[in-house]
């Protein structure tokens, strides 16, 4: 990491001392030329009979000539200028955007190859753990509680994987059909206190509510804003689930009370591999992809998702829809 900060230093270096170079050798061309045009100048003038019948009309066409040669070296050192400086400055946001792609995708690497090693980690021990030993009914529904979990984990990150590739390369065919989403979140909010029985999920759902929409997408979209939820909020404080409709808009809100989000970050935290610097998300695991799905899936259908501060404390994302 040392080498490839101080290779970009040096870069970087090399970048403003080129462009320098470039702009200090264009003003003195400019100087130059201005330089020759006032030595041609003068030198007409002396050359001009002073006792000739058009002395001042030839005075004043070596004069003229003299303006535009100026006016012509300053507009095109103007443009030069221009260009120059469009051009660099296309440059250095290109690979101030490329370094930026460049260190999002080293740390998503590094997220997902954590992400994977821990499930398969935990899973391979609960395995060996029960074919080594013998435990009572309790502690082996436990271990294969446990290994169902990190399966669903890693099921859910690959799911996030083949979804995000396929929908910037517009391989994923959405198909829309009606949707009874009271049934659809109902689902989602029974999966995860299934999965989480510690954890207190509170729902407030209407009934027979529908929409059109893609299931499959929707239904990953729902489950990573309550993963989100879960991941980065303490253990004892509770998650809230609400899905309403307003005249002919459905709103879903997941609600936490964790550490909540900056709010220099609420309009960053949709985009790819983006994760706040907040110390919650240092010391907890994700690739930064969840999100940016939410919101992709359901700019698809028409809708919109906003983080909002939940009061005392913890976020409100809420996502609203068009109904049937």
Not at 248 to 258: F, K, W, Y
């Amino acid at each position: 990491m040392a080498n490839k900060s101080r290779k970009i230093k040096n870069i970087l270096i090399i970048y403003w001392f080129l462009l320098l170079y470039i702009i200090s050798a264009l003003v003195w061309w400019y100087v130059a030329l201005s330089r020759q045009n006032e030595q041609m100048t003068t030198f007409k003038l002396q050359e001009i009979n002073k006792s000739g019948q058009h002395y001042q009309k030839n005075v004043e066409m070596v004069m003229n000539e003299n303006k535009r040669k100026t006016a012509q070296y300053i507009g095109e050192g103007s443009i030069f200028f221009l260009l120059i400086s469009a051009g660099a400055l296309f440059l250095f946001r290109a690979v101030k955007n490329q370094l930026k792609i460049s260190q999002e995708q080293q740390n998503f690497m590094m997220a997902i190859t954590h992400e994977l090693k821990t499930p398969i980690a935990v899973t391979k021990l609960n395995l060996e753990t029960l074919q080594k030993r013998k435990l009572d009914e309790e502690q082996q529904q436990r271990l294969i509680r446990n290994t169902l979990q990190e399966a669903n984990r890693m099921n859910s990150l690959c799911d996030n994987l083949l979804l995000s590739s396929q929908m910037e390369s517009q391989a994923y065919a959405i198909t829309f059909e009606k949707i009874n989403i009271s049934d659809l979140i109902s689902g989602c909010v029974k999966d995860f206190m299934d999965r989480f029985p510690e954890r207190k999920i509170i729902k407030e759902i209407e009934n027979n509510l529908s929409m059109t929409g893609d299931l499959f997408l929707l239904q990953i979209a729902f489950n990573n804003l309550i993963e989100n939820a879960i991941k980065y909020s303490p253990k004892e404080n509770p998650v809230m689930v609400k899905l309403y409709q307003q005249d002919q808009s459905i709103t879903i809100e997941v609600i936490d009370e964790g550490s909540g989000i900056p709010e220099q970050d609420k309009n960053k935290i949709f985009e790819k591999f983006y994760r706040t610097g907040t110390d919650a998300t240092k010391h907890s695991k994700g690739t930064g992809l969840g999100l940016y799905l939410v919101k992709r899936i359901i700019t698809s259908h028409q809708g919109s998702v906003t983080a909002e501060n939940n009061h005392p404390k913890g976020t409100n994302f809420m996502i609203q829809l068009n109904s049937l």
